[in-house]
């Protein structure tokens, strides 16, 4: 819990604008209990929906959630936080749009969500690789398609470890496709 309080504590939640219309300070509170929750409280969508995102649109604090997630894989955790953690990941880099006030401040939520998760690339093939949870991995392994920028690596990875994968990640079906260029070679 050290890394995840201390994420948590980086972040200036009273400033922010929850999707609520509140102050976001509840956000970390909730964040920090799910972590110490088993089982973990539910989906993620049902404790932050309409708070961190809506269908498809990513309101002010889903970047700072976004960080306090990958702190949270990357602690000791118990495996119900660490599924709701993965969850919540996935939520937050698939979101597609930003609220209107943050747009409005030319802010753009869903790159820097994934732009943030692409800072915990080796943290989430670690999980992939783990062998913890054929789900957990299955998460994983999504929200690298949709920020991992060498598609080369990721699907030497699939093609490594596909027992470990469930079947939409083995086949590519959860591929969402190159956030980018992929990089060069190099010497691979």
């Known amino acids: 819990m050290r890394l995840i309080r201390a994420e948590a504590a980086r972040h200036d939640w009273e400033r922010m604008t929850c999707g609520c219309g509140a102050s976001a300070a509840h956000l970390a509170r909730d964040l920090l209990e799910s972590a110490r929750e088993t089982p973990a409280p539910g989906d993620p969508d049902g404790l932050l929906e309409d708070h961190v995102w809506s269908p498809a649109t990513l309101w002010e604090p889903a970047p700072a959630v976004t960080s306090v997630a990958l702190a949270a894989l990357a602690d000791t955790i118990p495996p119900a936080a660490r599924t709701w953690f993965l969850d919540l990941l996935q ?3 698939a979101g597609e749009g930003t609220d209107p006030a943050s747009a409005r401040r030319g802010l753009d939520l ?3 969500c994934r732009t943030i998760a692409r800072q915990g690339l080796w943290s989430l093939y670690g999980e992939v690789v783990s062998g913890r949870c ?4 299955g998460t994983a392994f999504e929200v ?3 920020v991992e920028p060498d598609r ?3 699907r030497r990875v699939r093609e490594a470890v596909p027992e470990l994968l469930p079947v939409c990640c083995r086949t590519g079906l959860c591929d969402d496709g190159p956030p980018g260029p992929e990089p060069a070679a190099s010497g691979e």
């Open 134 to 137: 054929v789900g957990d991995a």
């Open 110 to 112: 869903p790159g820097r």
């Open 91 to 93: 939520l937050t880099v």
């Open 144 to 146: 690298l398609t949709v």
């Open 152 to 154: 080369a690596r990721l």
